[in-house]
């Protein structure tokens, strides 16, 4: 899978006019060379890839980035790259403009001061929309580790315990059934919180006639999982099953428009048309999903801002919606879906419909 990563990523340097470029990000290093260290720099060029590193990774470097030369750092990084630059014969080189510090870029371009440097920003991120199969397996098992633990923590949720011993609890048991991790930091939102998209798990106890919303997701192998499930202590009010139910619709209608040549923006106006035929517009404010994969929120954009991107096979996507009443509560609902030639695949399998606990 290296090589043809590589290959891609090289075809990109003849259509830029570029000689080498100069990876940084650590998702990016990972993706392209299958290092997972803390520390190195990857220099590519058309026939040639380094990776620089230090002392304490030159071991592990070797055995995971294969298809590299691995090159101990010297005094600096920075030295280690201004003598591959001359000894390659780079005169034109990509950097991730959206990532190096304006100290680092300006050390850089000093070490290798014979260089026209030019921001690539975007590029290998463009390449990692489209996952490959090896990348495909990981994600599912991903959410597979997710839905596992969601479905072993259901008997806990009931009144007087915490959301942080929710989101304790559910964490552990990813991490009992595989997870290297987390994807990012556990939302557990309830009652009156749970208007918070972003509600991470406080120290409030759970009431009787709470709604719970639950978003959260695996790393596994270096792959992100996300999923969102709202659920119900004790029994709903006709409000609560109303704003459940516009979500939930809203929220099949997205996972049915899922398909190959939708824009994201497309994809978004149809959980957000639906949303604001039923009156609660105003109180979707955020867009309705994302890509995910080795960051939990990348390309392709699923928004009425910058959802530009036509999804094409292999690309994988949230799909999100929620209305959230200040005051009162809020509910999401969301799965990870995989773009296939006719359609979408659901990573996430978890009961959608209401869960009255």
Known sequence: MTQMRLERLRAELDARELDAVLIAKPEN???LSGFTGSAGLLLISRDRAALITDFRYIEQATAQAPAFDVVKMESTNQAA?????????????????????????????????GCQWTSITGLVEGLRMIKDETEIELMRKAAAIADDAFAQILPLIKPGVLERDLATELEYRMKKLGAEGVAFETIVASGVRSSLPHGVASDKPLEQGDLVTFDFGALYQGYCSDM??????????DKQREIYGIVLEAQKRGVAACRPGITGKELDAVCRSYIAEKGYGEYFGHGTGHGVGRFIHEGPRVSQRGGDVVLQPGMVVTVEPGIYLPGWGGVRIEDMLLITESGAESFTHSPKELLIL
Do not use: I
């Not at 190096?100 to 000093?110: E, G, I, K, P, S």
């Open 81 to 113: 790259l201004a003598r591959l630059v001359d000894e390659w014969g780079v005169s034109r080189l990509g950097f991730e403009g959206d990532f190096l510090t304006v100290d680092d870029h300006r050390n850089y371009q000093q070490a290798a001061a």
């Open 228 to 237: 969102t499930r709202t659920v119900m202590v004790g029994e709903p009010t």
């Open 29 to 31: 290093r990972a993706y």
